[in-house]
């Protein structure tokens, strides 16, 4: 069993790199992979730790994509240093920290106040994001949870809500491609699209050379995963699949099982590593 979406403290996770590997022996993973969002920092801390607890890591990173929806980008098999795509989140990461000045502006303009001391605490020094307002939200007493938080403040559409650059789906999966990695729709429903719009996009995202689909995704029904997973079929994707785990920050899933039903074969790993090699 193994687990292709997980995030540490360095994007917006509540445990370190090393944790998370300490966490993935006890799920009893074969192999997990490291995707915080827009950064690599945590790859060779967990690497180390992974290779001294004989287990894989599989380096990679989530990335933000333009959609009118949601739509985010696994890359798996990035290796951390110079690269199209490297460079590419360095420069994200600059964006992520402008953006962050902006929100918490718009926070103490709707009477939230959240200083950008307190974020940079909360978040540990790096990757700070709005789980971490939210965290910090509630720990003031003026949301009860963190979804609380996203739901009244954060949100896409809320008030406290500020836009983040992001690239666009083209653009990303042809970067991946470049720097001899592998691009993979992160939880496809997020899009809101309808079956058949998302059939047709995903078709696209497949001519464009997307080479997975995370159909086996921790919130997803059974009935959902299978749905996707033919979707994969039809396109000549792989199909993928992880927790989305996020320590504290999404409490009600667990690294490896999700909600309690999530189980990933080794053979997903196994088919994207294929694909490498095409």
């Given at each position: 069993?193994?687990?292709?979406?997980?995030?540490?403290?360095?994007?917006?996770?509540?445990?370190?790199?090393?944790?998370?590997?300490?966490?993935?022996?006890?799920?009893?993973?074969?192999?997990?992979?490291?995707?915080?969002?827009?950064?690599?920092?945590?790859?060779?801390?967990?690497?180390?730790?992974?290779?001294?607890?004989?287990?894989?890591?599989?380096?990679?990173?989530?990335?933000?994509?333009?959609?009118?929806?949601?739509?985010?980008?696994?890359?798996?098999?990035?290796?951390?240093?110079?690269?199209?795509?490297?460079?590419?989140?360095?420069?994200?990461?600059?964006?992520?920290?402008?953006?962050?000045?902006?929100?918490?502006?718009?926070?103490?303009e709707l009477g939230l106040p959240v200083t950008a001391e307190e974020l940079e605490?909360?978040?540990?020094?790096?990757?700070?994001?709005?789980?971490?307002?939210a965290a910090i939200l509630v720990r003031k007493g003026v949301a009860t949870s963190?979804?609380?938080a996203f739901d009244r403040w954060l949100a896409k559409g809320r008030p406290a809500?500020?836009?983040?650059?992001?690239?666009?789906?083209?653009?990303?999966?042809?970067?991946?491609?470049?720097?001899?990695?592998?691009?993979?729709?992160?939880?496809?429903?997020?899009?809101?699209?309808?079956?058949?719009?998302?059939?047709?996009?995903?078709?696209?995202?497949?001519?464009?050379?997307?080479?997975?689909?995370?159909?086996?995704?921790?919130?997803?029904?059974?009935?959902?995963?299978?749905?996707?997973?033919?979707?994969?079929?039809?396109?000549?994707?792989?199909?993928?699949?992880?927790?989305?785990?996020?320590?504290?920050?999404?409490?009600?899933?667990?690294?490896?099982?999700?909600?309690?039903?999530?189980?990933?074969?080794?053979?997903?790993?196994?088919?994207?590593?294929?694909?490498?090699?095409?």
């Amino acid at each position: 069993m193994i687990d292709l979406h997980t995030h540490s403290t360095v994007s917006d996770g509540s445990d370190s790199p090393q944790e998370l590997v300490d966490l993935a022996v006890k799920a009893g993973l074969s192999a997990f992979a490291l995707t915080d969002h827009d950064r690599q920092d945590g790859v060779a801390p967990a690497r180390q730790k992974a290779a001294e607890a004989g287990i894989e890591l599989v380096p990679g990173a989530e990335i933000s994509c333009q959609h009118p929806g949601t739509m985010h980008m696994l890359v798996y098999f990035l290796e951390p240093g110079d690269g199209p795509l490297q460079n590419e989140l360095l420069r994200l990461q600059v964006a992520r920290d402008n953006r962050n000045e902006l929100l918490v502006a718009r926070l103490g303009e709707l009477g939230l106040p959240v200083t950008a001391e307190e974020l940079e605490e909360e978040a540990g020094g790096s990757g700070a994001g709005r789980p971490h307002v939210a965290a910090i939200l509630v720990r003031k007493g003026v949301a009860t949870s963190v979804q609380d938080a996203f739901d009244r403040w954060l949100a896409k559409g809320r008030p406290a809500y500020v836009e983040k650059e992001r690239l666009g789906p083209l653009p990303a999966i042809s970067l991946a491609l470049q720097s001899g990695a592998l691009p993979v729709l992160a939880h496809p429903l997020s899009m809101g699209l309808t079956p058949s719009q998302l059939e047709g996009a995903v078709g696209e995202l497949a001519e464009a050379g997307l080479a997975g689909l995370e159909a086996i995704y921790g919130r997803y029904s059974q009935e959902e995963r299978a749905t996707l997973a033919v979707m994969a079929a039809r396109a000549g994707l792989a199909i993928t699949g992880g927790s989305d785990y996020h320590g504290t920050y999404k409490p009600d899933l667990s690294i490896g099982t999700g909600l309690g039903d999530l189980h990933v074969p080794d053979s997903a790993l196994e088919a994207l590593r294929d694909r490498l090699v095409e």
